[in-house]
Structures are given as structure tokens and as C-alpha cells.
């Protein structure tokens, strides 16, 4: 089933351990690449006839939120509030300092051990 969502884009496999995607412009005076850089986000980069140098013409992050692990484990992330990271219910940030300084990779930990008794 054709989708036009994939129109342009082919995935070549050289069965040898590579495989890329490449993408065929209807404009083809329309210079373009996709990247992706370490932490997993996908650019797409264009040449700038204008200003003669490449920028960047769409990536996959919206937002800081979209980072994995922005906020650490138990923290979650909300782009409508400052700061945008949070601890859940029942948790505070593990490294205040860290916290407040806006790295809040850490994450958070229970602000009290359960009482759990078999």
C-alpha cells in the first residue's frame, strides 16, 4: 500500500551492515540532508542560496520535554510550567542543588519510605 506521507524516501540496504534512508525532492534545485545527531534527534538541514551556508529546516524536537530523560525517573515534564520538570506525587527531587539549577537529569526519589508489613 502506497502512502504519501513515504513518497520520495527509499531505504537501501547494503546487507553488508549499512543502511540508510535517501529522499528524492520534486524540486531538485532544492538542496537538503537529513541528521541525526547522538542524543537521537533527526534534523533536516537545507542550502541557504540567500546566505550561503546550511540551516536547519525541521527537526524531531519540539521542546526540551521531548528529551528523553529530561526530567530523570519519577519526574515528568511539562512545557506549560515553569520550571518544566516536576516530581510526582509522593516524590521530591534527589539533588536539590541540581534541581534548582535547572539540571534536573537526576530525577526524584520518595520523600518517605512505605511502611509495607506481610
Not at 12 to 27: A, K, M, P, R, W
Not at 66 to 90: A, E, M, N, Q
Amino acid at each position: 500500500m502506497a502512502s504519501v506521507y513515504l513518497d520520495g524516501f527509499s531505504l537501501v540496504d547494503d546487507e553488508e551492515g549499512i543502511v540508510y534512508l535517501t529522499y528524492n525532492f520534486v524540486e531538485v534545485s532544492y538542496l537538503s540532508y537529513f541528521f541525526v545527531k547522538s542524543n537521537g534527534i533527526l534534523l533536516q538541514h537545507y542550502w541557504d542560496l540567500k546566505f550561503k551556508n546550511w540551516r536547519i529546516d525541521w527537526s524531531t524536537l519540539d521542546s526540551d520535554c521531548d528529551v528523553y530523560g529530561k526530567c530523570g525517573p519519577f519526574g515528568f515534564c511539562d512545557t506549560k510550567k515553569s520550571p518544566i520538570c516536576s516530581c510526582l506525587r509522593g516524590f521530591k527531587p534527589k539533588r536539590v542543588e541540581e534541581w534548582s539549577r535547572g539540571n534536573w537529569s537526576s530525577g526524584c526519589i520518595q520523600r518517605s519510605l512505605l511502611n509495607v508489613t506481610g
